[in-house]
């Protein structure tokens, strides 16, 4: 079978990529280069010890999509594509629905028009909002509190219409809760452009001495510490779950369509917690200070994965200490990498 990757050069699609490789899975990439970097599929490659097949193209591009499917024989879509930022949705809405849901769109009519009916969609806790109780089943109401959560989930029920459709597709939806951490061998992991708007990667700026101190947002949550508490899963696992997600749809043993899985680790995690354990795990220290809270942001969201494991067989089984130690030899590696590449130029 073979798969193509929507965003699939940036932070999670690379992960993806390298954990389809060793499961033997043919796949090629597009990727519109918007928040991620053409190096990051040479590093790929050398990984996989295998050449990959790339299209720099924008998922709202109905051209380049139509040559594409065109020319290379696909069998499902891993859709990774989209803005991600909470707080930036807050600020910039439009930017959301034009680009996750008319991108989705168009997106979706080009592959039903090239008879293509196979996704996996990249979902999000954003998804759940605040009502519900935690540990976040898959059962629970949505009711996402902001423009990227919506956008998640407006794109959910699109697939689930298209499950029922004349034609009907086949779909996956795995709701994420938070990626941390880099692939053991250090070569790819998170470093975005821009201030980092996820915790790990600014806490590992903070690290390497390029920001001066974290932000912590908020310290009056209705928290043990005061911070928010987040379900961080490694992005292995992360990935690894995916691997899960394409085998059990190429099965065709799938009891529910959409299917819907939560990948999280089931476990909560406090910002200050998460600053502790990189201190220690890495020998370094993280100065901070708090910071007035985020628009959009919730105080405390971690998963029942219980579903995951039962059905898909797959369940996280590395530690918030792993991620820490991971994300900082990726970001000790890749300074070197920018270092020698300045020295060179």
Request: charge should be negative; charged fraction near 25%.
């Amino acid at each position: 079978m073979r798969v193509l990757l929507t965003g699939g050069l940036g932070y999670i699609g690379s992960h993806i990529c390298a954990a389809l490789a060793d499961a033997g899975y043919d796949f090629l990439i597009l990727d519109n280069l918007s928040n991620s970097d053409i190096s990051v599929k040479e590093r790929l490659e050398k990984l996989t010890g295998r050449g990959l097949c790339f299209y720099k193209a924008d998922i709202g591009n109905r051209d380049a999509l139509d040559m594409i499917f065109s020319r290379e024989d696909i069998d499902a879509v891993i859709h990774l594509a989209g803005y991600k930022a909470v707080e930036e949705s807050v600020k910039y809405p439009l930017l959301y629905y034009d680009n996750n849901l008319s991108g989705t769109v168009s997106l979706l009519k080009a592959m039903d028009d090239h008879g293509i009916r196979k996704m996996l969609f990249s979902s999000s806790a954003t998804v759940y909002g605040q009502n519900n109780q935690v540990p976040y089943s898959e059962e629970d109401r949505c009711d996402p509190v902001n423009p990227y959560g919506e956008t998640k989930y407006m794109t959910e029920r699109m697939l689930y219409s298209l499950a029922s459709a004349k034609i009907p597709w086949t779909v996956m939806i795995l709701r994420y809760f938070n990626p941390a951490g880099a692939h053991e061998s250090g070569l790819i992991g998170e470093d975005p452009q821009g201030i980092p708007n996820n915790l790990f990667p600014y806490i590992m700026r903070v690290a390497r001495g390029e920001l001066p101190y974290l932000n912590i947002f908020g310290k009056d949550y209705p928290t043990p510490d005061g911070t928010g508490i987040r379900d961080y899963i490694h992005i292995c696992d992360l990935a690894e779950g995916h691997v899960a997600a394409l085998q059990s749809m190429f099965r065709g043993t799938e009891p529910e369509n959409p299917a819907v899985y939560n990948l999280g680790t089931g476990r909560g995690c406090s910002v200050l917690e998460a600053v502790s354990m990189f201190e220690k795990s890495n020998n370094v220290k993280i100065p901070y200070r708090i910071a007035p809270r985020r628009q959009g942001d919730i105080a405390e969201c971690y998963a029942s994965a219980e579903k995951a494991e039962n059905i898909l067989g797959w369940k996280s089984k590395r530690s918030i200490s792993d991620m820490c130690k991971d994300m900082w030899r990726f970001g000790q590696i890749s300074l070197e990498h920018q270092n020698d590449k300045q020295k060179r130029y």
